[in-house]
């Protein structure tokens, strides 16, 4: 597997609420399709073009049965740092403990631009939070 940089799925410190609203999608071509990516077992994905690991569900939140349960935790940027270090200090996730948090390009890569409200292929992405 292309290790070029594996990133954590971290809610950090972005707070926008929203009503209880399911995702809109406009008929357009896919930005980033499933073809994309190529899932794995333990819970990641790997974005094909770039070769970069992202965790399925955000940070907190736990892979079960192809969906993502409990709570997504939410960190300030200092403190998803610190959490970064202490997860890759202890037994990191899904076999690796080189986990980091992404840059502005990496994420940029997972934006769908046809969907929002949460603007990302919610198929490969379950249960992304709003706030």
């Known amino acids: 597997m292309n290790k070029k940089g594996l990133v954590l799925g971290l809610c950090v410190g972005f707070s926008v609420s929203y009503p ?69 200090a202890n037994t990191g996730f899904a076999g690796y ?5 992404p840059n502005i390009k990496e994420l940029n890569a997972l934006v769908e631009v046809a969907c929002y409200q949460p603007a990302i292929n919610e198929s490969l992405f379950p249960s992304t939070v709003l706030e």
């Open 20 to 88: 209880a609203y399911s995702q809109d999608c406009k008929d357009l071509v896919s930005s980033t399709p499933t073809t994309d990516f190529t899932v794995h077992a333990e819970g990641t994905v790997t974005h094909n073009p770039t070769g970069l690991m992202w965790k399925i569900c955000s940070e907190g939140q736990t892979y079960e049965n192809n969906s993502c349960v409990n709570d997504a935790s939410v960190f300030t940027w200092p403190q998803a740092l610190t959490h970064v270090d202490e997860l890759n």
């Open 97 to 101: 403990t080189d986990w980091r948090l």
